[in-house]
């Protein structure tokens, strides 16, 4: 399961707007707002996405890229970064373009919303946000905001790539994102593809002044550690690199992923110094998942493994498509 904000406009008084505002108001303007990215951080590397808006407009799902990497009646785009770390160390969320500010919420806790503890957040599934008025009808929404790290304030002007808080876990969320949503009045637009009579099929750079390339699944982080590690442990953050100061018992490569289908492999492999060829794992995911890891390895002979340098490697595959590959070098020192 992942995080999904269904709805249209954030709830009042999330999204009143103040009588400042209309000192502030934007001229209109015939054309859409030219979108950067709502996220500061290094596309395919220190952020991804995981969810598109749903473009089928009845029961079901379907990106824009013609595939299901969306949820029934998901209105957004998620972008999400890899682990709970990441979070704690702060990633800004920026304002995707010029505009005022037409609404704030803060003060929501970032829990996973499946955990038993985690509030009720109905009438509030967007957690802490920020909506932005560009004009002309045309609204950008920003959801799921660490709780505190909001940075503006309702009726403020902002600029394109200014800060309005850092990316948590509020509201309807089970993984750190930024939920991002484009409305042109109570229209749902998707940025990849503005055109809402297609079902599908990407439009160039859309809405984006350059659109962030179309994924669906891939890896989000690799590592190597001296035991299988824990899920809890992975989505936490876990250290690419990990392995003791003496001699490791085992050698483990890892692999973390999102959006997995039924049939999708991961393969993994070690090689080892010397002439012998890489020892390697592979398996088929049972079913359709949103996150999954995969950790394989071998335990160390008599008399420990030799030093040298070593290489790990991870390989998300689907049918003949490889959707990514990462691998961890890292050396083991003489006895």
């Not at 304002?95 to 985690?118: F, Q, S």
């Amino acid at each position: 399961m992942t995080a999904q904000t269904r709805t249209g406009r954030l709830r009042a008084p999330f999204l009143r707007a103040a009588l400042a505002c209309a000192a502030t108001a934007l001229p209109a303007s015939a054309e859409p707002p030219a979108l950067g990215l709502p996220i500061d951080c290094t596309f395919g590397e220190t952020c991804y996405i995981q969810q598109y808006v749903d473009r089928d407009p009845g029961p079901g799902q379907r990106d824009v890229g013609c595939n299901g990497l969306a949820n029934d009646g998901h209105k957004g785009t998620d972008f999400g970064i890899p682990t709970l770390a990441d979070m704690a160390a702060g990633v800004p969320v920026i304002a995707a373009a010029p505009g005022v500010v037409r609404g704030v919420r803060d003060g929501m806790p970032d829990i996973d919303t499946t955990d038993p503890a985690a509030p009720n957040v109905s009438g509030r599934e967007c957690g802490n946000g920020v909506a932005i008025d560009h004009g002309d009808g045309w609204e950008t929404q920003y959801c799921h905001l660490r709780n505190g790290s909001l940075a503006v304030k309702q009726g403020q002007q902002v600029a394109r790539g200014e800060v309005l808080g850092l990316v948590g876990m509020s509201g309807e969320a089970t993984f750190p994102h930024v939920h991002f949503s484009v409305r042109e009045g109570n229209a749902v637009i998707d940025p990849f593809n503005p055109d809402m009579t297609r079902d599908c099929g990407a439009a160039g750079d859309g809405l984006w002044l350059a659109a962030p390339p179309y994924r669906d699944g891939g890896l989000l982080a690799a590592g190597i550690l001296d035991r299988v590690p824990s899920y809890e442990e992975v989505k936490a953050g876990l250290p690419l690199q990990a392995l003791p100061e003496g001699a490791p018992a085992a050698l483990v490569v890892w692999g973390y992923a999102y959006a997995g289908l039924e049939g999708d492999v991961v393969e993994i492999a070690l090689d080892a110094p010397g002439d012998a060829p890489p020892r390697s794992h592979s398996e088929a995911l049972p079913r359709w998942q949103p996150f999954f890891y995969r950790a394989w390895g071998i335990r160390a002979p008599e008399g420990g493994f030799a030093p040298g340098a070593y290489r790990g490697e991870v390989v998300h595959r689907r049918g003949e498509t490889v959707l990514d590959r990462r691998e961890i070098r890292f050396e083991l020192p003489a006895p």
